[in-house]
């Protein structure tokens, strides 16, 4: 016998309700779920490749052949580690990078900064010419050859500030900067002007200490190039051992190490026999070495830096 009772609309809004509440909370843990399984691909994903650098670089050459390596070394030891540092111009290239990082980072956020505010300043007649030649030289080069005699002109060849000089100001970064600036208040530019500061005292007072997001990004992008740049010291430095780079000495030596499989250059320095020094250290065991050595300095820069990353990026590239 069919039941023919109506549900009341009280009861009925109460079914609603409740059906809405439960989809409510599904909806919630179907995406934390989501979220959280993709977050964890995507860190092991981006992990891994350096982990397992890291695990071939501890293994002995010759069992790193075998293949089979994933995150843990499996026949320990510092052998390739110690055919780097034996060829005793690792800490001198290391010094020199370490200083061409540090200055050119300086400078480049500096220069680069006060040309920024100079062509954010609607009063400046050549402001628009001026950022159309900058953003110029993104899209057109002279070529290395013009850039070597005009190196070779100024005096560089075989100079520190080889390493210095021509990136003092990047055009990029000038661009991002200045979009930085824009977004300041004006106001606060007018009462230090009324106040009777001058244009470089409101910049180092009142734009420079604002744009700290941002410039923290942008130091962080030039110390990364500059930190692995090598090719400039194979071309302009590369006949003053003095003068030469981590990044360059690195590259010469897994160039050596791959041409030889074992270069008495590399392996007399660390008390072995040829064999067992040939046995111990490949092109695939110094080449992780190498990488890890190169990239770990410049890896704790970043935690100092992060706070100011995202931050820097979003405000520096939309004006409000």
């Not at 860190?43 to 490749?49: N, R």
């Not at 890291?54 to 075998?66: E, K, L, M």
């Amino acid at each position: 016998m069919a039941d023919n009772r109506q549900i009341s609309p009280g009861r009925q809004a109460g079914f609603t309700v409740k059906k809405n509440l439960g989809t409510g909370r599904l909806e919630p843990f179907l995406f934390t779920s989501f979220n959280t399984v993709f977050m964890v691909c995507l860190v092991v994903v981006t992990l891994y490749p350096f982990i397992n650098t890291i695990a071939v670089s501890f293994n002995q050459g010759n069992d790193t052949i075998r293949g089979g390596i994933y995150l843990w070394p499996r026949q320990w030891t510092v052998q390739n580690y110690k055919a780097i540092f034996a060829t005793g111009t690792i800490f001198d290239a290391f010094l020199i990078s370490v200083a061409r990082t540090v200055v050119s980072t300086l400078l480049n956020i500096f220069l680069t900064t006060m040309l920024a505010y100079t062509l954010s300043r609607r009063e400046y007649v050549f402001r628009k010419f001026i950022t159309v030649v900058f953003v110029l030289t993104m899209y057109f080069s002279a070529g290395l050859i013009p850039n070597y005699f005009l190196i070779k002109d100024l005096g560089l060849l075989n100079s520190f500030w080889v390493y210095v000089i021509p990136s003092m100001i990047s055009a990029f970064n000038m661009i991002v900067i200045r979009t930085y600036i824009g977004t300041i208040p004006e106001s606060l530019m007018e009462s230090a002007r009324i106040d009777g500061a001058g244009d470089f005292k409101i910049f180092m007072r009142v734009v420079f200490p604002l744009c700290k997001p941002v410039l923290a990004t942008i130091a962080l992008f030039v110390a990364v190039g500059a930190w692995n740049a090598w090719f400039d010291a194979f071309i302009y430095t590369s006949s003053k051992q003095h003068l030469s780079t981590l990044q360059y000495e690195l590259m010469k030596l897994l160039s050596s190490t791959m041409n030889s499989n074992g270069n008495p250059t590399v392996t007399n320095g660390v008390g072995m026999d040829q064999d067992s020094a040939r046995a111990m250290v490949t092109p695939i065991s110094i080449r992780a070495a190498i990488t890890v050595v190169a990239s770990v300095p410049i890896l704790l820069v970043y935690p100092f830096m992060q706070k100011y990353f995202v931050v820097g990026l979003n405000v520096g590239s939309v004006k409000e």
